[in-house]
């Protein structure tokens, strides 16, 4: 079972950039495409960014394609979110999670939050104007 703990979020002003990482444990890890997902307040949880296994291929959502960007080391059984050029309406708490269904899938199969999980605890990014 994989276990994931997000950190890196904080207070930035609007243009800035942080880079949030969700550290895995499991031996699995390396397998799965990993995504992360965002929960601004009073809202349902909405897919940002996902990779596959291998780290070749990537999907974004339209509002931050361009802007952030999704990696990850398997050596250290890490995913990543480098976020630039921050607006006020990526103030959200984001997560990270595994889709345990994509084993060494080349495409992203699903951008739905219910083909995720688990889920780590999440980190707050809060974006001032």
């Known amino acids: 079972q994989v276990q994931l703990v997000e950190s890196g979020g904080g207070l930035v002003q609007a243009g800035g950039s942080l880079r949030l990482s969700c550290a895995a444990s499991g031996r699995t890890f390396s397998t799965y495409t990993m995504g992360w997902f965002r929960q601004a307040p009073g809202k349902e949880r909405e897919f940002v960014a996902a990779i596959t296994w291998s780290g070749f291929s ?72």
Do not use: H
């Open 58 to 129: 990537t999907y974004y959502a339209d509002s931050v394609k361009g802007r952030f960007t999704i990696s990850r080391d398997n050596t250290k059984n890490t995913v990543y979110l480098q976020m630039n050029s921050l607006k006020p309406e990526d103030t959200a708490v984001y997560y990270c999670a595994a889709d345990t269904s994509s084993f060494l899938q080349s495409i992203v199969r699903s951008t739905t939050e219910t083909d995720f999980g688990p889920w780590g605890q999440g980190t707050q990014v809060t974006v001032s104007s």
